[in-house]
């Protein structure tokens, strides 16, 4: 079965840093993709990041350019986001997501729990 | 890069079909082959229901399909289930910009 599993998520006040983890199992993890995507209370979903299958090419949304780090360890199967002059509309479930494949353009396959980030002022 | 625009609601009885729209623009929907679709359950992860613009992954059931026409994705669900009542996101890539954009979402409700 596969299994996203992330942590990290905490209360941090506005220009804080933070680093969220996603532990993965049950698939071959340097086969696919991998994807943060948040979703603030209430809202609808916002992707934030992705990074190949090797680490060699990663992208992210305007928001969170230039304050967000993606990264992934294969050796250990897992994906990290390190989050950087956090703002209050940062405040959001922070899902780790499977790609569907090696190809960073495509779906969003499998979906961890999520962990709550909350920025306050 | 702006998101994919959907209508926040749509509705059926059981046994209807609802068919969802996703409005974007020839550098993402209409120019892209990676739209997908997802469903939310109030308080869950959401679930993959449409890749690849048409495909459905496995056990998704075929009530669920999809199509394209120019720069609008459209999921329809046939049979509609009270278990159909969700939130549901169109995706896409933006090749132009190299980023992933949602959908503003869509409420459906099973009367």
């Known amino acids: 079965e596969v299994l996203l599993v992330e942590s990290g998520g905490v209360v941090v006040q506005s220009g804080g840093s933070l680093r969220l983890s996603c532990a993965a199992s049950?698939?071959?993890?340097?086969?696919?993709?991998m994807h943060w995507v948040r979703q603030a209370p209430g809202k609808g979903l916002e992707w934030v990041s992705l990074?190949?299958?090797?680490?060699?090419?990663?992208h992210y949304a305007d928001s969170v350019k230039g304050r967000f780090t993606i990264s992934r360890d294969n050796s250990k199967s897992s994906l990290y986001v390190r989050m950087n002059s956090l703002r209050t509309d940062d405040t959001a479930l922070y899902y780790c997501?499977?790609?569907?494949?090696?190809?960073?353009?495509?779906?969003?396959?499998?979906w961890g729990q999520g962990t709550m980030v909350t920025v306050s002022s | 890069q702006s998101a994919l625009t959907q209508p926040p609601s749509a509705s059926g009885s059981p046994g209807q079909s609802v068919t969802i729209s996703c409005t974007g623009t020839?550098?993402?929907?209409?120019?892209?082959?990676?739209v997908s679709w997802y469903q939310q359950h109030p308080g869950k992860a959401p679930k993959l229901m449409i890749y690849?613009?048409?495909e459905r992954p496995s056990g998704v059931p075929d009530r669920f399909s999809a199509s394209r026409s120019g720069n609008t994705a459209s999921l329809t669900v046939s049979g509609l289930q009270a278990e159909d009542e969700a939130h549901y996101y169109c995706?896409?890539?933006?090749?132009?910009?190299?980023?992933?954009?949602f959908g503003t979402g869509t409420k459906v409700t099973v009367l």
């Open positions: 990074i190949s299958w090797d680490g060699g090419i990663t």
């Open positions: 690849a613009v048409t």
């Open positions: 049950g698939f071959i993890f340097d086969d696919f993709a």
């Open positions: 995706s896409s890539f933006a090749g132009s910009s190299n980023v992933l954009v």
């Open positions: 020839s550098r993402d929907v209409g120019g892209s082959d990676y």
């Open positions: 997501v499977k790609g569907h494949s090696g190809n960073y353009k495509s779906a969003f396959h499998v």
